[in-house]
């Protein structure tokens, strides 16, 4: 019912910027939560930000002061702009979303299928 699409992965040096999106499309009455998560080979998913209705957010500690995520709800879209990259930010970004497709029911929470990030000189 809801498909999550990430885009603007790649390839960059160290010091580099990217800008992610995340478009949501489907059956959705309302947004809940969008945020970012990132899965290095042979790690864990980890959290990189998540963002609430109320502009409340959260990011994990190794991006703290780098990265910055926005939402522009009229497009249903969610952003993560990533400055001063490192070779330790390499992984496959993973975005989410918590949804309700109607005006009452429950939340369910879509992943998208990911975007490679890779970060070397």
């Known amino acids: 019912q809801v498909q999550l699409v990430e885009s603007g992965g790649g390839l960059v040096q160290p010091g580099g910027s990217l800008r992610l999106s995340c478009l949501a499309s489907?059956?959705?009455?309302?947004?809940?939560?969008m945020g970012w998560y990132r899965q290095a080979p042979e790690k864990q998913r980890e959290l990189v930000a998540v963002l609430q209705n109320g502009n409340n957010t959260n990011y994990g500690d190794s991006v703290k002061g780098r990265f910055t995520i926005s939402r522009d709800n009229t497009k249903n879209t969610v952003y993560l702009q990533m400055n001063s990259l490192k070779p330790e930010d390499t992984a496959v970004y993973y975005c989410n979303a918590d949804i309700n497709h109607h005006i009452t029911g429950p939340t369910f929470r879509y992943w998208g299928q990911g975007t490679q990030v890779t970060v070397s000189s």
């Open positions: 489907g059956t959705i009455f309302r947004i809940n939560v």
